[in-house]
């Protein structure tokens, strides 16, 4: 369906038919592109009637008009209006202002929420002379905006958006699209553009470096050459994103169902060792496992997400740190302590480097140290442990955890395939497959003194 998408598209280029109503401003008519209003979201369709009807100028914008010209079915619908958040609030019953930095609306419909953002503007003008702090716009000695609440036009707002492809407007009303930035054409031309000057964009929101590597890889789209040449080096403007948006940025990057392809660009543009350092270091020292394990997890994740099964970012991290924390704990042991306290210290110094720079949440540091400590565990099979080991709320991770490291290449000596015979056996098998481990007790050591004794005797 994309390629026949596109394929109208492409003949609109170079037709009289696409009319140009100002300098940039390219609008689609109802019988020149594909999109019908009638199966569109309702909620998203309601939320700009009533600011029609109201008045004000509304429309659908960006991911949810560039996936439906692709053919794609878009996760989300946002809606770009000319009313200012507190009217946008005053129409909606059940809507909140949120948001400091950047101020949106969300209006909720049940389990549906539309996000309503006003138009912004470039003009520093209002910096100046408003009173109202949450008015103007800030920007950081880096050039990081902190404040972006300066309101403007339509054709304003385009030259704001990051992409030119996510730069598209579309009016279910009159079912018209609006263009300012060639963004139709970049759709036609597979490409990844910046609007504007890419590394005043990128000092801007640095978080603009990941969404190009990421729209790159969802679509597999070619980014454009003013885009791609400056991001190496900007890319340690990364730390000046915060922590926990950093984290909801890696989970778009690696849980959308193109981590592979992610990753790749991520260590292709300079990124990768920004957000996963310690991960990157090794890769770049030629520890083959270290890459084996990264590309396995992300393969791994892809197919489930695909298949629509559940994933975890808990697991993600997890095999993304897990060669870092092996390397530490052997150091560990080799200063003398236990396995197991060697890996508990190892755990907790790799998840120390990992969390100031992406705000892994608690809950998914507790999980990720679960199914590294069961890594110790799993061997450990005879008697009764294999049993109590099978109802481990954290087991069936482990297990997948322990068939991805054989995957990537580490030797368990088939630890995997006995689990996975394990669980599929019934009880009597199961006994029969533990009596047949050799005893993993560890022998125990005579008395130096009970052993003289003897010879005294």
């Not at 996760?75 to 909140?96: G, I, M, Q, Y």
Request: proline share 4%; charged share 25%; hydrophobic share 40%.
């Amino acid at each position: 369906m994309a390629t026949i998408v596109l394929k109208r598209l492409s003949k609109f280029f170079n037709r009289d038919a696409l009319q140009q109503d100002a300098v940039n401003h390219l609008v689609m008519q109802p019988h020149e592109h594909s999109l019908n209003p009638k199966v569109l979201c309702n909620r998203a369709l309601e939320v700009v009637r009533v600011l029609q009807d109201n008045h004000f100028e509304a429309y659908l914008v960006g991911g949810c008009i560039r996936d439906l010209l692709l053919g794609l079915n878009p996760k989300d619908f946002d809606v770009a209006t000319n009313a200012e958040p507190h009217e946008v609030k005053h129409l909606f019953r059940r809507s909140r202002i949120v948001g400091r930095r950047f101020q949106i609306v969300h209006v909720q419909f049940g389990r549906t929420l539309i996000e309503v953002t006003t138009f912004r503007s470039n003009s520093t003008k209002i910096n100046n002379l408003s009173k109202n702090k949450n008015r103007r716009l800030q920007q950081s000695a880096s050039g990081l905006l902190t404040r972006d609440n300066v309101f403007g036009s339509i054709k304003d707002d385009a030259s704001r958006r990051d992409l030119t492809i996510n730069a598209l407007y579309y009016d279910p009303v009159k079912n018209t699209i609006h263009d300012f930035s060639q963004g139709l054409k970049d759709l036609d031309d597979r490409t990844i553009r910046i609007i504007g000057d890419p590394a005043t964009r990128y000092r801007e929101d640095p978080v603009r470096l990941l969404r190009v590597a990421r729209f790159a890889a969802k679509l597999g789209f070619n980014v454009d050459s003013k885009t791609l040449n400056p991001m190496a080096k900007m890319a340690e403007n990364l730390s000046h994103v915060s922590t926990p948006r950093m984290f909801d940025e890696t989970l778009k990057l690696f849980m959308s169902g193109q981590g592979l392809a992610s990753f790749r660009l991520l260590a292709e543009y300079g990124l990768f060792a920004q957000i996963m350092p310690q991960a990157s270091r090794l890769i770049e020292q030629g520890d083959h496992f270290a890459s084996r394990i990264v590309e396995q997890a992300l393969t791994n994740t892809d197919l489930r997400i695909r298949s629509k099964k559940k994933v975890t970012p808990a697991f993600i991290y997890a095999a993304l740190l897990w060669p870092s924390v092996q390397k530490i704990a052997l150091d560990y042991e080799n200063q003398g302590h236990s396995p197991s306290l060697a890996l508990n210290k190892a755990a907790s110094e790799v998840i120390g480097n990992q969390i100031p720079i992406t705000a892994i949440p608690r809950r998914f540091t507790v999980a990720m140290r679960e199914i590294w400590s069961l890594q110790l565990m799993l061997p450990k099979r005879g008697g009764n442990k294999a049993k109590r080991l099978s109802e481990h709320p954290r087991f069936r991770a482990a297990y997948d955890f322990t068939l991805l490291r054989e995957q990537a290449g580490e030797s368990l000596n088939g630890l995997g395939d006995w689990w996975t015979t394990y669980q599929e056996a019934g009880e009597d098998k199961q006994q029969e497959m533990v009596e047949m481990l050799p005893s993993d007790r560890p022998r125990k050591r005579r008395s130096r003194r009970r052993k003289h004794q003897k010879t005294d005797a």
